[in-house]
């Protein structure tokens, strides 16, 4: 599927980036590059976010073992 996307998308565009020049590449890997990288870029945005909420669900469900006691760990029998 992205490579016919990629071969769909063949008109050359001038892509300049600051320090190195500007070269004539393919419209179709500049597109995907530039989805990629805003996908990357959102993924390291959500991380700390994630990371934090993991940490209290598990420290919630912690607390909450803990203030059960023994009797809500959930084993049956005598």
């Known amino acids: 599927m992205l490579v016919v ?3 769909s ?4 565009v001038a892509l300049g ?3 190195f020049g500007t070269a004539n590449v393919w419209l179709g890997p500049v597109m995907l590059g530039a989805l990629g990288l805003g996908f990357v870029l959102g993924l390291l945005a ?3 976010r994630h ?3 993991h940490r209290r669900a598990r420290n919630a469900e912690k607390r909450l073992a803990q203030l059960s006691g023994p009797e809500g760990s959930g084993k049956t029998g005598p």
């Open 51 to 53: 990371f934090s909420l």
């Open 46 to 48: 959500h991380l700390p």
């Open 9 to 12: 998308n063949r008109v050359p």
């Open 5 to 7: 996307f990629v071969l």
């Open 17 to 19: 980036l600051w320090p």
